[in-house]
Nanobody, 134 residues
Framework: QVQVDESGGGSVQAGGSLRLPCTVS????????LGWYRQAPGHECELIST???????YYSNSVEDRFTISQDNAKHTVYLRMNSLKPEDTAVYYC????????????????????????????WGQGTQVTVSS
């Protein structure tokens, strides 16, 4: 059984940093993506970063140059280092694993939690809250 466990969320002031670790167990890492979505209040679920087995990365425009994704395959763990945090980064952050991680399909209505419940969207964690105050 695949289990995805993310942690590391919390409250931080603007300009601060956080690191979110996510451990994925029971999942074949071969040729698969690990990554992060987030859902900010009043906004649609956003794919913000992914990393493939060979280390190829993707960042959304909203986080590029501030966030860094990395992985430790021996520990089955992916990390999201978030620097220069802004109030607009306040969101629930979800770790996910799938053959290919993509922008959320429209039938999920922009709702990360809805996608997380659907096995077709891959394996998701429960989400961790990040709050950035100004």
């Amino acid at each position: 059984q695949v289990q995805v466990d993310e942690s590391g969320g919390g409250s931080v002031q603007a300009g601060g940093s956080l690191r979110l670790p996510c451990t994925v167990s029971g999942f074949s890492r071969d040729d698969s993506d690990l990554g992060w979505y987030r859902q900010a209040p009043g906004h649609e679920c956003e794919l913000i970063s992914t990393i493939s087995r060979d280390g190829t990365t993707y960042y959304s425009n909203s986080v590029e140059d501030r966030f860094t994704i990395s992985q430790d395959n021996a520990k089955h763990t992916v990390y999201l280092r978030m620097n220069s945090l802004k109030p607009e980064d306040t969101a629930v952050y979800y770790c996910a694993a799938n053959l290919i991680l993509r922008t959320l399909a429209p039938w999920y209505g922009g709702d990360c939690a809805r996608a997380a419940r659907d096995p077709e969207s891959g394996y998701w964690g429960q989400g961790t809250q990040v709050t950035v105050s100004s």
